[in-house]
């Protein structure tokens, strides 16, 4: 069975700190890792997916299979990243993805 | 493209009544899913086609939930009869599996049908 946690609900920091929300998965094989982010009034939508291995928006993430984790980062965030963050998980040779509980991101100024 | 597009936006309704909800993925995707989104388990996968035929539907939570995907545009999903505990909202999202068996394709959502039973 494959599963994401996402520890925290909500994550407030002030604008200009560092931000990391935390994901940790559990699966056999080898898993796709993914960030969805749905803003305010706006669709779900992919932030980015780790075979990418870009950064957007700011945002970086790295897999780390020893930890099971793919924590999202970001030196200094912003107001605009205020935002539901949903990890994801996709099985190998799979096109479903299990989701997270979602973490609340506030960015205070 | 408008995107993958859902209504109603919004329904309220009482319990015992039959709730449609409907879908209408990106044209030309293959993939259809259903999630249902609740304060307390987060983004369930319900039930998803891969060119209009149900491929998994273990995450429907029991009989009043069905699904049909008639067509590659359309897709309902239906609850009969329904109660408070239905409460959500129900997300519709379609993708397009361009690298099959290594990835997964991108999963665009709809904006949601937000269902409220008393």
């Known amino acids: 069975a494959q599963r994401v946690t996402q520890p925290e609900k909500l994550l407030s920091v002030f604008k200009g700190a560092p931000v990391e929300l935390k994901c940790n998965y559990s699966y056999s094989g080898s898993p796709e890792l993914f960030w969805y982010v749905q803003y305010s009034r706006q669709r779900l939508q992919l932030l980015l997916r780790h075979i990418s291995r870009e950064s957007i928006k700011g945002f970086t993430a790295d897999l780390n299979k020893g930890e099971t984790s793919f924590h999202l980062k970001k030196p200094f965030a912003q107001e605009e990243d205020s935002a539901m963050y949903y990890c994801?998980?996709?099985?190998?040779?799979?096109?479903?993805?299990?989701f997270g509980k979602g973490t609340m991101l506030l960015v205070s100024p | 493209d408008a995107g993958v597009i859902q209504s109603p936006r919004h329904e309220v309704t009482e319990m015992g009544q039959e709730v449609t909800l409907r879908c209408k993925p990106i044209?030309?995707?293959?993939?259809l899913f259903w999630y249902r989104q609740t304060m307390m388990r987060g983004l369930e996968l319900l039930i998803y086609?891969?060119?209009?035929?149900?491929?998994?539907d273990s995450g429907m939570p029991e009989d009043r939930f069905s699904a049909k995907m008639p067509n590659a545009s359309f897709s309902t999903l239906k609850i009969q009869p329904s109660e408070p505990r239905d409460s959500a909202v129900y997300f519709c999202?379609?993708?397009?599996?361009?690298?099959?068996?290594?990835?997964?394709?991108?999963?665009?959502f709809g904006e949601g049908s937000r269902l409220t039973v008393l």
């Open positions: 994801a998980l996709s099985g190998q040779g799979y096109s479903t993805l299990t």
């Open positions: 999202a379609s993708s397009l599996v361009t690298d099959y068996p290594k990835g997964t394709g991108e999963l665009f």
């Open positions: 086609f891969n060119n209009n035929v149900p491929i998994d």
């Open positions: 044209s030309g995707h293959d993939y």
